[in-house]
């Protein structure tokens, strides 16, 4: 099985939107082993199903759902529970795999372990997602570090929002990485619109790091 898991610098940073774009690039499935917030008026895996026009068939249902729109551990606590990495499996697809985490690289999962640690059990490549605009390039880089740190993958970076040409290069170069994709401010969010994205970088070069 093939897959990536997808991170961002910070929550918010537009991760489920590059998810969606991923899941059809790749024709992949949809995975958000951890999601949060499931009394808000949508999930991000409806979210998805909703944007990429996506079948029942191409989304796997999380493997801890917390009501709160809180990081993990906190919306977990609220509950009276607490997520163990021991309780994650990779599920069985014989599709391409898109895992979305929840928040940004080091966002506690319980008092021990972070979102970094649940990326190390699945071992796969890593996308980042990142902001194109000002202070991008600090939180990337620091991101990168801690992903490298941790033994992991990095597929590339995936940059959204306004095009920054600046910021593009200076993440490349300081991070050396590689831009996956740079999604722009979509008029419209839909599966046509998605499509019409390319990636600046071959999809079958991803999994290579």
Known sequence: MTGFFITGTDTD??????????????HGVYWK????????????SQFVARVAGLQKERLLKSQVELKAP???????ELENTE???SDFTLPATDRPLVVEGAGGVMVPL??????????????????????????TINHSLLSISALRDA???????ILNGIANERNRAAIE??????????LPVFARLDKASLMAVLPSTPIEEWAAG
């Open 110 to 135: 319980n008092k021990k372990e972070m979102m970094i640690d649940l990326m190390g059990k699945f071992n796969l490549p890593v996308i980042l997602v990142a902001r194109s605009g000002l202070g």
């Open 13 to 26: 940073v537009g991760k489920t939107v590059a998810s969606a774009w991923a899941v059809l690039q790749l």
């Open 33 to 44: 082993p951890v999601q949060s917030g499931i009394e808000e008026s949508e999930t991000d």
């Open 83 to 85: 997520i163990k990495l």
């Open 151 to 157: 033994g992991l993958t990095i597929a590339g970076v």
């Open 70 to 76: 809180l990081s993990p551990d906190q919306a977990a």
């Open 173 to 182: 170069r300081f991070g050396s990485v590689r831009i996956l994709a740079e």
